[in-house]
């Protein structure tokens, strides 16, 4: 019975993970509004690797439209520039030789209507890893019983699994639900 425990245990944290990796790819998606974590996968050469952009500057929102980057190191502001325009923004770096400026563009109702796909996909990539977790749990529950465990204590715990996935999946619907209004409010 405290195996049953331990894979429900892990099951939980798995899908807990599921959910907060797919928050996190959420939140990069841009919605109109300039948010410092819109840069969080940008990766700027930094000595011959590639490092975070958090890391080599300091970025601030001036403005509900404006992200404004200011790195540790002057020589950078090329090698920050590139990494951006490189990356699948879409944002045109504009530099004073101290600081970047990203003035970050409305949406139109096509780029909006995409955002959402986008969203969309993530949220169901999050589905994904969540049922993937229950199907391990239910093949390791199913092996206890083989070697043993109760056939009524497994069926409870395959219960327990399928409410978890039930409502680790509500939480990325909710998510979905609240980034999509995000996205659509002009």
Do not use: W
Not at 3 to 23: G, R, S, W, Y
Not at 127 to 149: P, Y
Request: aromatic share 2%; proline share 4%; hydrophobic share 40%.
């Amino acid at each position: 019975m405290e195996e049953i425990e331990l894979f429900l245990d892990e099951a939980k944290e798995l899908m807990q993970k599921a959910v907060d990796h797919t928050a996190a790819e959420l939140v990069k998606i841009r919605a109109g509004k300039a948010m410092p974590n819109m840069l969080d996968g940008i990766m700027v050469q930094y000595y011959g690797s590639p490092t975070p952009l958090q890391q080599v500057s300091s970025v601030n929102t001036p403005d509900a439209r404006t992200l404004a980057i200011k790195p540790f190191e002057r020589k950078l502001i090329s090698d920050i520039e590139k990494a951006i325009i490189n990356s699948d923004l879409g944002l045109a770096p504009q530099n004073n030789g101290e600081i970047i400026i990203l003035t970050i563009p409305a949406l139109t109702e096509e780029r909006r209507i995409n955002l959402v796909k986008h969203a969309k996909q993530e949220c169901e990539s999050g589905k994904i890893s969540i049922r993937s977790v229950r199907k391990d749990t239910n093949e390791s529950l199913r092996k206890l019983q083989k070697d043993g465990a109760p056939e009524d204590a497994v069926k409870r715990a395959e219960d327990q699994v399928q409410k978890l996935t039930d409502q680790y999946s509500s939480k990325l619907d909710e998510l979905l639900i609240k980034k999509e209004a995000d996205i659509m409010k002009v």
